[in-house]
């Protein structure tokens, strides 16, 4: 039977960057990566940052529904701006949640020479609010650096050089303001999914609680709050790069009952160009040198991610897929031709 858990274990970014207790922290985070999928990262020095960033998202939600409305997603065939509250879905159920999308700032403009999937990386559209673009770009700059650094780390735990997965990289991240305003007992934040924009997410969540974890026996493990912690995530992408050894794990949020819930989740990007065949190549490579036991490695081959289906050019193709199917108001604007296509496909 494969190895599971009943919790998410911590693990110490100061103790990582520390050489007298690098290896010991190294080996937990292995353990995570291998047996999780999902790990609390503690001690990182954002935690003023995380602070504040949370302290002002009361503000942008509570502005005015116009203003709000000025910079809604329908605008933006890169999937940034504002989402109104039950306008997304997940699991083909609706989400109760409101939230702001923005990118990495300074994508290049799209053109028509472009592949069309290339239109996911975008501007932001940022609320008509004082400081509000500041903010979000200071802790996206922030939070990437750390990021970056993170990726290094697992490449370390499983024995890999440090720069294994640096050519995976996109050129835009993502980042959400998520509001889960209190519902019915048992409604649904966000249903049962596995993250799909690219290698690891970083989320900061309040102290409200109401994200699980499921695990190897399908049951159903709560991550509570850590304060001034990072819950971070295996993503599909990554999955993918390592040929499902290191795999995501599905997860979901139970809206509150009685009070509001906010988080903020950073989604590491992935390359949009990277296609099926260099994927698998890539997956096969990396298994061979990952410390793995070979029943792992055995049952790593098949992985169920639309990223390593035939159905799509690439990543940018599978991602602008998801992307289309979650916004079916956004895909319908930009993307119609993919729109009716998508939403009449099955993967196989």
């Given at each position: 039977?494969?190895?599971?858990?009943?919790?998410?274990?911590?693990?110490?970014?100061?103790?990582?960057?520390?050489?007298?207790?690098?290896?010991?922290?190294?080996?937990?985070?292995?353990?995570?990566?291998?047996?999780?999928?999902?790990?609390?990262?503690?001690?990182?020095?954002?935690?003023?940052?995380?602070?504040?960033?949370?302290?002002?998202?009361?503000?942008?939600?509570?502005?005015?529904?116009?203003?709000?409305?000025?910079?809604?997603?329908?605008?933006?065939?890169?999937?940034?701006?504002?989402?109104?509250?039950?306008?997304?879905?997940?699991?083909?159920q609706t989400d109760f949640r409101e939230?702001?999308?923005?990118?990495?700032?300074?994508?290049?403009?799209?053109?028509?020479?472009?592949?069309?999937?290339?239109?996911?990386?975008?501007?932001?559209?940022?609320?008509?609010?004082?400081?509000?673009?500041?903010?979000?770009?200071?802790?996206?700059?922030?939070?990437?650096?750390?990021?970056?650094?993170?990726?290094?780390?697992?490449?370390?735990?499983?024995?890999?050089?440090?720069?294994?997965?640096?050519?995976?990289?996109?050129?835009?991240?993502?980042?959400?303001?998520?509001?889960?305003?209190?519902?019915?007992?048992?409604?649904?934040?966000?249903?049962?999914?596995?993250?799909?924009?690219?290698?690891?997410?970083?989320?900061?969540?309040?102290?409200?609680?109401?994200?699980?974890?499921?695990?190897?026996?399908?049951?159903?493990?709560?991550?509570?709050?850590?304060?001034?912690?990072?819950?971070?995530?295996?993503?599909?992408?990554?999955?993918?790069i390592t040929g499902g050894v290191c795999?995501?794990?599905?997860?979901?949020?139970?809206?509150?009952?009685?009070?509001?819930?906010?988080?903020?989740?950073?989604?590491?990007?992935?390359?949009?160009?990277?296609?099926?065949?260099?994927?698998?190549?890539?997956?096969?490579?990396?298994?061979?040198?990952?410390?793995?036991?070979?029943?792992?490695?055995?049952?790593?081959?098949?992985?169920?991610?639309?990223?390593?289906?035939?159905?799509?050019?690439?990543?940018?193709?599978?991602?602008?897929?998801?992307?289309?199917?979650?916004?079916?108001?956004?895909?319908?604007?930009?993307?119609?031709?993919?729109?009716?296509?998508?939403?009449?496909?099955?993967?196989?």
């Amino acid at each position: 039977m494969a190895a599971t858990f009943s919790s998410v274990p911590q693990v110490d970014y100061a103790r990582l960057k520390d050489n007298a207790t690098r290896e010991e922290e190294l080996v937990k985070l292995r353990d995570a990566i291998f047996v999780v999928g999902f790990l609390y990262l503690t001690n990182t020095g954002l935690e003023d940052l995380i602070r504040h960033t949370h302290g002002k998202l009361r503000e942008l939600f509570d502005l005015p529904t116009e203003t709000k409305e000025e910079c809604n997603m329908i605008h933006s065939p890169s999937f940034l701006g504002y989402t109104r509250l039950g306008a997304e879905t997940t699991a083909a159920q609706t989400d109760f949640r409101e939230q702001f999308d923005f990118g990495t700032p300074g994508m290049r403009q799209w053109t028509e020479q472009d592949p069309f999937w290339q239109r996911l990386e975008g501007n932001n559209q940022y609320p008509k609010h004082p400081g509000a673009q500041e903010l979000v770009d200071d802790y996206i700059s922030r939070i990437d650096n750390l990021a970056q650094n993170f990726v290094h780390l697992v490449a370390e735990s499983l024995s890999l050089p440090k720069d294994t997965f640096d050519d995976f990289k996109g050129k835009m991240s993502r980042l959400k303001f998520v509001k889960y305003p209190p519902s019915a007992p048992d409604s649904q934040g966000v249903g049962p999914h596995k993250d799909s924009a690219g290698l690891f997410t970083f989320l900061s969540q309040d102290n409200t609680g109401g994200l699980q974890v499921l695990n190897k026996n399908g049951e159903w493990i709560d991550v509570p709050p850590v304060e001034g912690s990072l819950v971070v995530n295996i993503q599909q992408g990554f999955e993918a790069i390592t040929g499902g050894v290191c795999a995501a794990t599905t997860h979901r949020v139970i809206a509150p009952i009685s009070r509001t819930r906010y988080s903020i989740p950073y989604f590491l990007g992935v390359r949009l160009d990277l296609t099926l065949q260099q994927l698998q190549e890539s997956a096969a490579h990396i298994v061979k040198r990952i410390p793995a036991s070979d029943d792992r490695k055995k049952r790593a081959v098949d992985v169920p991610s639309e990223f390593l289906s035939p159905l799509y050019a690439c990543f940018g193709e599978a991602h602008l897929r998801n992307r289309i199917l979650s916004h079916p108001d956004v895909g319908r604007r930009w993307y119609p031709d993919l729109y009716k296509k998508y939403s009449q496909q099955t993967l196989s």
